[in-house]
């Protein structure tokens, strides 16, 4: 308007000076200084106005701003401390209505720790001292419920003139709780991380950058994290020498990016004070979603002690397989009888066992056996039996009674002390009786022996029944083969003629074929080969073996030579 | 545990049967008796090891086939063996396992003999 007038004056005296007065007189320049006083004081209230404009624009801006901030509340309190009004929503969150809050101290919503510390930054505020305050505040709503705020507050300014406080509170009790269980997860997860014997590490692929390495690699090599991490090299210098090749040869795959340099490996350390320490490593890959390896994150236990079990327990083992061997019976070499055997033990102890005895002057009684199971539950019934043998074999006087003392030690020892466990063997229980030139025997359940006469031809020592410890009553019956001359006996346990997918009748025969061939040579070199044709077929786990080899000459023909 | 191999249980009714397809070595003769303690801890009392795909048994297994055998004769189940092979059945023929148990060459007769007990 000012503007206008301004202009619409202008116009008019330009008219005046050109049309009307055509000079520039005396009361020309009366005329337009009268109209400069007149227009100065408009010129101010022009100004004034602007600026007024402006302030208010400001004013209704911030006041917009306020409530752009989400699920804030507003409040004023005036310059004595007392709640001049509140925003809807704040008093829906405290639980008052407008009557019953407004004109009240705003300290009641405040608790009495808190109060000195809230009175001082309000004053503060009032005396203009601080321009704003922005606090974490706990309060309690009307039923007694501990809420938590953010307050923003700053000073009511009117007529430029501090007249109270002017603020937003924000609840945020349930981002606090959220905050505070996160808190408790994090710090499980530091404690478990901090204390933990497993290493925990993570490497950033790309920067080449170690970027997590928890505090057990200390326990392990006796460097610390700090330690490890100005030396990223550390870990793998430790290294034992004749391990290194598995650890970067692995690494090495990982950057390749094969699957297999993801399996799990086991490896030496060399601790700072120079003990060795073993170590199970396992890595998992951080793919980016372009499938690119990006990240390693890797675990190692220490497997120390169970190294140790381990090899004690090998130890155990490698005594338990001496004592077993040393419990067999020796080789007998006479003109008339001789007998050798093989023993091949398998990784674990096992169940094959292998005795005899001169029973008298014209007969031996030899037993082959099998426990069926493997282990040290096997080996102990093993040995249980070997104990008893000799005084069975010696005091009975043909294979029924001794296979049915050992049918009873089985049932009775056994069975009655674990009765919810069956322990049974097969085994081939033989008398050579040079005397009358036969031999007797009884196959429980074993493998079948063979018997080459002079001639060549192959008699069968067949299975005629169940295993021994099987049943209570075991019913068997003594078979007898009458020699004519010399002969060749070969017996086994199964892990001779293991060969899964093929009959067991076609082992036989090549076991037989065996010994024809190898008919005219020494008894060491018929079971060398036997073995030999064992380990064609070996298992991955091979079983054990035993394997007796028997020349018998009768006593006549040993004369006549 | 072997996770190459997972026997296959079924049910049919009152007859729980197991699948064991594979031959049994030292190697895993221990997952072979973990198989059968699980087929004995079944709640039905007619029980079939299936032995169709198997071409050999160590004398551990035949051990664990007998103590499953009489042990589930002592808790008033029947476990019986079908689908037999040649090469099985040689083994089964050398320790005379017919002597105490029901051996099948076929699964279906084993169902059979089953279905013949409960007439």
Redesign the interface.
Known sequence: MFIFILLVLVVLNLYNLVFIDKRFGFEFIVDLLTQCVILTPLFFMYRQQIANTKKLFDSEQRYKSLFLYENAGIYVVNGNGLLDSISPNLLDSLGYSESEINNQPFSILFAPEDLAMIQRTFLEIIKGTTISSSRKMKIKNKSGQNLVFDFSSVALMVDGEIQGVIGFAKDITELEKAQEKLSVVQNQMNNIFQSIDIVLWSLDVIQQKRIILSDACEKILGYTVEEHYSNPNLWTDRVHEEDKEIVTGRMNRVYKEESSSYENIEYRLVHLNGEIRWVESRLFPVINSNNRLVGINGLMIDITDKKRIEENHRIDLDLARQVQKSVLSKPIYTPVFSIDARYVPSQELGGDMYAWYHIDEHRYGILIMDVMGHGVSSSLICMSIRALLRGIIQSCSNPEDVVKELNDHMNKLFSEAMPATNFFFTAIYLIVDHENNCIEYINAGHPSGLLMDDSGEIHILESTGIPIGLMLDLNVTTKIIQLKGSARLILYTDGLIENPGTLMLEQVNSVKNIMVETKLESMTVVMDTLLAFSNINKQEVPDDICLICMDICSEKASERR | MNMEFDPVNSVNENIQLLNWGK?V???N?DEFRMAIWKLLESDQSELILELTDV??L???A???I??AV??AG?SDKELVLAGIQ??VG??F?????S??MKIFIEVNDAYTYFDSLRE
């Open positions: 031959d070595t030292l190697k003769v071409a050999y160590n004398s551990a035949l051990g664990v007998a103590d009489l042990s002592r040649s090469t040689e083994i023929q050398i320790v005379h396992f002597t105490f």
